[in-house]
């Protein structure tokens, strides 16, 4: 049971190229978020799915693409990638109920320069 | 979801134990106080959540007024490696988007 995953673990771009970060779960959740943390601040919502092939926005979208074709992956695309996207991404695979549990990926470090 | 305030950062003695204060006073009666840490460098780690009562894991206690208008989350025997963000967060309903604020920094020191 390997929880939640991110490859790659790190990545430089340079402005204008492209890229796709992945995200694996293997606890069967339903939800899986995309977060960006950028240093001194807390995470911000890119976007979420809440289950195979669905996906919404979230706090900062712009920039960003997503796509949940499986359950257990989720996919965040940078198709022209800018400077200010420099950041750490963390996945996030959520157990729901009456309450919900987040559990994250170890988060992937991205600069563009 | 309701706001949450968190000093910003606070000390404690290794083998003692760590006591964060929370406040959430706006907190509506579906809404659950949720846990969560981040050490350096790592993603943030689910730790507890509760909704009246006091609740109890391995990892450590969440206690909830009765007004529910604070709570404070207890790791009762600190270690080094419990030096981290900690973040008190309140969501509930049909919201499932927890909202990250920047959390109190536990050190914990020798």
């Known amino acids: 049971n390997a929880g939640v995953t991110q490859t790659p673990k790190f990545r430089v771009l340079k402005t204008g190229q492209s890229m796709t970060l992945l995200c694996a779960q293997d606890?069967?959740?339903?939800?899986m978020y995309w977060y960006r943390q950028d240093p001194g601040m807390g995470l911000r919502l890119i976007h979420y799915?809440?289950?195979?092939?669905?996906?919404a926005k979230g706090e900062v979208p712009d920039g960003y693409n997503v796509s949940r074709l499986k359950k257990q992956n989720f996919l965040l695309g940078l198709e022209s990638a800018a400077p200010s996207q420099t950041s750490v991404y963390f996945c996030?695979?959520?157990?729901?109920?009456?309450?919900?549990?987040?559990?994250f990926g170890p988060g992937t470090r991205l600069t563009v320069t | 979801d309701a706001k949450t305030t968190q000093p910003p950062s606070m000390d404690c003695a290794e083998g003692r134990a760590a006591n964060l204060p929370c406040n959430h006073s706006?907190?509506?009666?579906?809404?659950?106080v949720y846990w969560y840490r981040q050490i350096h460098s790592q993603g943030p780690q689910y730790i507890i959540h509760?909704?009246?009562n006091n609740e109890t894991n391995e990892m450590a206690s969440l206690i909830i007024t009765e007004d529910r208008k604070s709570s404070t989350l207890i790791l009762p025997h600190a270690t080094l490696r419990d030096t981290a963000v900690y973040y008190c967060?309140?969501?509930?309903?049909?919201?499932?988007?927890?909202?990250f604020g920047k959390g109190t920094l536990l050190t914990v020191n020798p």
């Open positions: 967060i309140v969501s509930g309903g049909s919201n499932y988007k927890l909202t």
């Open positions: 996030a695979s959520i157990r729901t109920g009456p309450a919900y549990e987040q559990y």
């Open positions: 706006t907190i509506s009666g579906n809404e659950y």
């Open positions: 799915s809440v289950g195979e092939g669905t996906t």
């Open positions: 509760g909704l009246k």
């Open positions: 606890m069967n959740h339903e939800y």
